[in-house]
């Protein structure tokens, strides 16, 4: 069965702090998502990776960057935590060669940052 | 900018009935149109999805019409259940170009009993 898991599903970090977020899918999927999710604003693109050591921004990477060192993990990494990064994290994976680009989810980190 | 445009932000439907969410979109190279349903405290899931080669496609009591003149899809839940009271998200993506998928801002759906 596909799986994306998430290394926390909830997280709170102070201010400044440097936050670290954690995936891993089993599908040898090429390509790897991070999203953030929030009322009245869906779901919206952070980073994306298409292959190991690479990585595209999204939507809005300010304040955040990524780090893919293996295919089957993608890192979220908050350098300086701010309260406005308080969301709910969702990462993703889906196959470079796929005819329908289906992302397949993981279950969501919940970050409140104090 | 939000590529695609979802409504309404949430909906109440009575057990037994319809429940319709509509998407519009702007950018003429988006060539696929999935749904994904969110139940609380999982990740989204794909739910059903549509290209603009059909103007119909249905899976079971879900239904996506596509109206590729309006740039607009929806999906239509026949005999809503209180099992289906969940959020969810149209999405759009053009398989030229980054490939990735652009959601709506999500609807959340709840049926009454």
């Known amino acids: 069965d596909v799986k994306v898991t998430q290394s926390s599903r909830y997280l709170v970090k102070r201010t400044g702090e440097k936050v670290f977020l954690e995936c891993v899918q089993d599908?040898?999927?090429?390509?790897m998502f991070w999203y953030r999710q929030d009322p009245g604003l869906g779901l919206r693109l952070i980073y994306f990776?298409?292959?190991?050591?690479?990585?595209e921004k999204g939507d809005i990477p300010e304040g955040y960057s990524v780090s893919r060192e293996k295919k089957e993990r993608f890192s979220l990494i908050l350098e300086s935590a701010s309260t406005n990064q308080t969301s709910m994290y969702l990462c993703?994976?889906?196959?470079?060669?796929?005819?329908?680009?289906?992302?397949?989810f993981g279950p969501g980190t919940r970050l409140t940052v104090l | 900018q939000q590529q695609v445009k979802q409504s309404p932000q949430s909906l109440i439907v009575q057990k037994g009935g319809i429940s319709i969410i509509n998407c519009a979109y702007e950018?003429?190279?988006?060539?696929?149109f999935p749904w994904y349903q969110q139940f609380p405290g999982k990740g989204p899931a794909l739910l059903i999805a549509i290209r603009p080669d059909v103007s119909e496609k249905k899976e079971g009591r879900f239904t996506i019409s596509f109206n590729k003149s309006a740039k607009q899809f929806s999906l239509h839940i026949m005999d809503s259940q209180p099992g289906d009271s969940a959020t969810y998200f149209c999405?759009?993506?053009?398989?030229?170009?980054?490939?990735?998928?652009?959601f709506g801002t999500g609807t959340r759906l709840t049926v009454i009993p």
């Open positions: 990776s298409y292959d190991v050591k690479m990585k």
């Open positions: 993703a994976s889906s196959h470079g060669l796929a005819d329908n680009n289906e992302q397949f």
């Open positions: 999405a759009a993506s053009a398989q030229t170009g980054a490939n990735n998928l652009f």
């Open positions: 950018n003429t190279a988006f060539d696929y």
């Open positions: 599908m040898d999927h090429e390509n």
